[in-house]
């Protein structure tokens, strides 16, 4: 049987600082950009180019206030989560589509930098709750209740 894999895992810098907010119910979500460098030597000229590829990012709960105590704009990241994509009629009636990454794994890159890791407490005998798969499905509010 084939199973459906919707999974990204990506190393970039951060394009502006967390931006933490919470659900009327209180959860905690927070969004930052994402730019993954990439260069190349450009066959025809020689030269070498430098492009980048941009992607939005919300992080939920215990991972997203962490995210937004710990990072800031420029912080070199690897993230692991999986891809959406939104679609909207924007003012003029065009339909717009826009991805975004819901990262479920965040974590420093060391390749040009170094970090001090301060743990959370943890709670029920060892497991964090925040930190436990969560189905879309199993997440208490509406696509009205989402700040952004």
């Known amino acids: 049987m084939a199973m459906n894999v919707n999974n990204i895992t990506i190393v970039g810098n951060l394009t502006r600082d967390p931006e933490l907010r919470f659900t009327p119910n209180g959860t905690p979500v927070a969004s930052f950009g994402i730019a993954v460098n990439k260069r190349f030597q450009n066959k025809s000229?020689?030269?070498w180019e430098n492009e980048a590829d941009f992607f939005n990012v919300s992080v939920w709960f215990k991972l997203a206030e962490n995210c937004a105590e710990s990072l800031s704009k420029g912080d070199r990241v690897l993230l692991n989560g999986r891809l959406t994509q939104e679609s909207w009629d924007d003012k003029e009636g065009q339909k717009?589509?826009?991805?975004?990454?819901?990262?479920?794994?965040?974590?420093p890159s060391l390749e040009f930098a170094v970090c001090?890791?301060?743990?959370?407490?943890?709670?029920?005998?060892?497991?964090?709750?925040?930190?436990?798969?969560?189905?879309?499905?199993?997440?208490?509010?509406?696509?009205?209740?989402?700040?952004?």
């Open 45 to 47: 000229t020689g030269e």
């Open 96 to 107: 717009r589509t826009n991805f975004k990454i819901i990262a479920n794994v965040v974590a």
């Open 116 to 148: 001090r890791i301060e743990k959370n407490p943890r709670i029920d005998g060892g497991i964090n709750q925040d930190n436990q798969n969560v189905r879309d499905d199993d997440l208490d509010f509406t696509n009205d209740d989402i700040p952004f």
